[in-house]
Antibody, heavy 120, light 107 residues
Framework: EVQVLESGGGLVQPGESLILSCAPS????????MSWVRQAPGRGLEWVSS????????YYAAAVKGRFTISRDNSKNVLYLHMKSLRADDAAIYYC?????????????WGQGTTVTVSS | EIVLTQSPGTLSLSPGERATLSCRAS???????LAWYQQKPGQVPRLLIY???NRFPGIPDRFSGSGSGTDFTLTITRVEPEDFAVYYC?????????FGPGTRLDI
């Protein structure tokens, strides 16, 4: 079964850093783009960042550019989201999602999400 | 940045009725890069339509997508009780990739 599983969420104070991970299974990881999407409580979906299959292309939302870094290790089958200088408005459920192809960024498999809380 | 606007914000229908959901892009986006998702309360989003009009495997044929350029539509020919959810359009034709704000389909 094709799945992705996020981990690494938690409670942090404003200004702190956090690293989210996503572990895929059931598919050839390097053959697909991957994305992070977040959803604050009671709000809509917000695209955060995407990365192509070979990590040659990365993309970021304006709200996180310069603070968040997406990366992947295809040899270890893991996707990361390095988050720094976290703010209260970064608090959300963060979903890892698999793209439909190497460089298409619509998302056909979603994880259950990991919750990031930013509070002092 | 390509801004997606969805209308209506909420659509109230009865089972069996036809649902028409709109997604407007400004500026335009290639039809290859427009997708639709469904999200039910407490669940993760599900891909319904990709490339504007292609149903993802396993999606019932009462769901269809159409459009081009700046105007895209998701149609549910006869709404079933399990279709009541929030629907989002998404574009990845230009970064930053964006989701629309969603349309809530209510009973």
């Amino acid at each position: 079964e094709v799945q992705v599983l996020e981990s690494g969420g938690g409670l942090v104070q404003p200004g702190e850093s956090l690293i989210l991970s996503c572990a895929p299974s059931g598919f050839i990881f390097g053959d697909y783009s991957m994305s992070w999407v977040r959803q604050a409580p009671g709000r809509g979906l917000e695209w955060v960042s995407s990365i192509s299959g070979n990590a040659g292309s990365t993309y970021y939302a304006a709200a996180v550019k310069g603070r968040f870094t997406i990366s992947r290790d295809n040899s270890k089958n893991v996707l990361y989201l390095h988050m720094k200088s976290l703010r209260a408005d970064d608090a959300a459920i963060y979903y890892c999602a698999k793209g439909t192809t190497y460089y298409y960024y619509n998302m056909d498999v979603w994880g259950q999400g990991t919750t990031v809380t930013v509070s002092s | 940045e390509i801004v997606l606007t969805q209308s209506p914000g909420t659509l109230s229908l009865s089972p069996g009725e036809r649902a028409t959901l709109s997604c407007r892009a400004s500026p335009s986006v290639s039809h290859h890069y427009l997708a639709w998702y469904q999200q039910k309360p407490g669940q993760v989003p599900r891909l319904l339509i990709y490339g504007t009009s292609n149903r993802f495997p396993g999606i019932p044929d009462r769901f269809s997508g159409s459009g081009s350029g700046t105007d895209f539509t998701l149609t549910i020919t006869r709404v079933e009780p399990e279709d009541f959810a929030v629907y989002y359009c998404q574009q990845f034709g230009d970064s930053p990739f964006t989701f629309g704000p969603g349309t809530r389909l209510d009973i």
